[in-house]
């Protein structure tokens, strides 16, 4: 049976429930020493994690996902002084963005020191991505363990993440040994992944900060990983991600009175757009809105992963999704979009 540990921002300030907060705190921490995988809250997408350096316990992670091995995990921390058990000296541009955006949605990728980690955690590589989550019971979980714990997203490989306790349930039930029960993640894309190995650093994975928010704090200009042309630096990043089991296609501009879509008549289409949209999508066809506007950009990252797992196990045969405008806030979503339809798009007329 897999354990459920309901655990909400709230408990963690209540007084009276100090005792049970505390039982449950012991029992995940415990669970955790002795290699066991547990789902875990964050602000980004929810995790499934285990201690980071047993071998063991991350070859479970790996089989519970269906996760290429060679696939490095990222390492979650609650305190910056863990960084010295694992990686090399930091260098003070890191710190200074590690300051300014920890707790929170981005992960760094650090010279890897010494065998303190598993190997199979970071897939034998000489780097290691790190991230601190800001979100509390998440938060708590880490400093009350006090363990680096290594925690891809909690959904089965190639398959949206999860940004709620049900998505883990749904995808890993009888394969992980308990989940914790929480808030939805507020950003609902994963972390901002940054090449910190060199210089000038670079954006492995575009996530909630943005390129223009680092190179602000950093005041020199921040690279981009482009999969066409880059040796692919994130390993993940060549692997199909958060795709439904239909063909999913991007309208380029949104839908509108003129948008013909490519279907045939016994296809059952559904569309995923702002709730602006809705007004040219026909009754027949099933709409799931995403957010109020076409700019409303977080809310739509909040809903994406969602709003796929409902098509996915929905009767439609085939999905369209809105193309938000390419502006600096839409990235991560966009980016997430593409992977999830493999860059197929039409364009609205
Ligand atoms: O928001 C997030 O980052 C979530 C939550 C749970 O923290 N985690 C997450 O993990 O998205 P995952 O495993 O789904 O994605 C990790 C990405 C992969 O694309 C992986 O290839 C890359 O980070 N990565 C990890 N370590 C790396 C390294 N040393 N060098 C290059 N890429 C690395
Ligand atoms: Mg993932």
Same mark, same amino acid.
């Not at 049976?1 to 415990?30: G, N, P, R, V």
């Not at 921390?77 to 963005?97: M, N």
């Not at 950009?297 to 994406?304: C, P, Q, S, V």
């Given at each position: 049976?897999?354990?459920?540990? =309901? ?21 995940? =921490? ?23 350096? %047993? ?15 060679? %696939?490095?995990? !990222? ?29 929170? #949605?981005?992960?760094? !990728?650090?010279?890897? =020191? ?25 938060? =708590? ?6 363990? #680096? ?5 909690? %959904? ?94 991007? !309208? ?82 966009? %980016? ?9 798009? !039409?364009?609205?007329?």
């Amino acid at each position: 049976m897999t354990k459920i540990w =309901k655990i909400t921002e709230a408990d963690l300030t209540d007084e009276s429930k100090e005792d049970e907060l505390h039982e449950q705190l012991e029992e995940i =921490k415990i669970a955790f020493t002795y290699g066991e995988i547990i789902g875990i809250p964050t602000e980004t997408v929810y995790g499934l994690a285990a201690d980071a350096r %047993n071998g063991e316990a991350i070859n479970r992670i790996f089989s519970a996902k269906g996760r290429p091995g060679d %696939n490095p995990l !990222i390492i979650h921390i609650h305190d910056i002084s863990q960084l010295k058990d694992f990686t090399a000296v930091l260098d003070e541009r890191v710190t200074k963005l590690m300051e300014e955006f920890w707790p929170g #949605p981005i992960s760094f !990728i650090l010279p890897l =020191k010494g065998d303190y980690l598993s190997t199979n955690a970071v897939a034998e590589l000489d780097s290691v991505a790190v991230r601190m989550p800001s979100h509390p019971v998440g938060r =708590k979980i880490l400093q009350h363990a006090d363990i #680096p714990l290594a925690a891809p997203s909690a %959904n089965i490989s190639g398959k949206p993440s999860p940004t709620n306790a049900q998505h883990v349930i749904d995808d890993l039930e009888d394969k992980l040994y308990g989940v914790i029960d929480s808030e939805s993640a507020i950003y609902g894309i994963e972390s901002t992944v940054l090449d910190c190995t060199q210089f000038p650093y670079r954006i492995a994975r575009p996530g909630a900060v943005t390129k223009e928010e680092l190179e602000e704090v950093l005041e020199t200009a921040v690279n981009t990983v482009t999969e066409q042309t880059d040796k692919p630096i994130s390993p993940g990043m060549k692997y199909k991600h958060y795709a439904p089991r239909q063909p999913l296609i991007v !309208i380029e501009g949104g839908i509108n009175n003129n948008t013909k879509l490519p279907v045939g008549r016994e296809q059952k289409v559904g569309i995923i757009a702002p709730e602006t949209s809705r007004e040219f999508v026909s009754e027949d066809m099933q709409f799931i809105s995403l957010c109020r506007e076409r700019d409303s950009y977080k809310e739509a990252a909040r809903n994406l992963y969602s709003a796929l797992r409902i098509m996915d196990t929905s009767d439609v045969d085939i999905i369209f999704i809105h193309g938000f405008d390419k502006v600096p806030e839409s990235e991560g979503l966009m %980016n997430r979009v593409y992977k999830a339809t493999g860059n197929e798009v !039409i364009q609205s007329e």
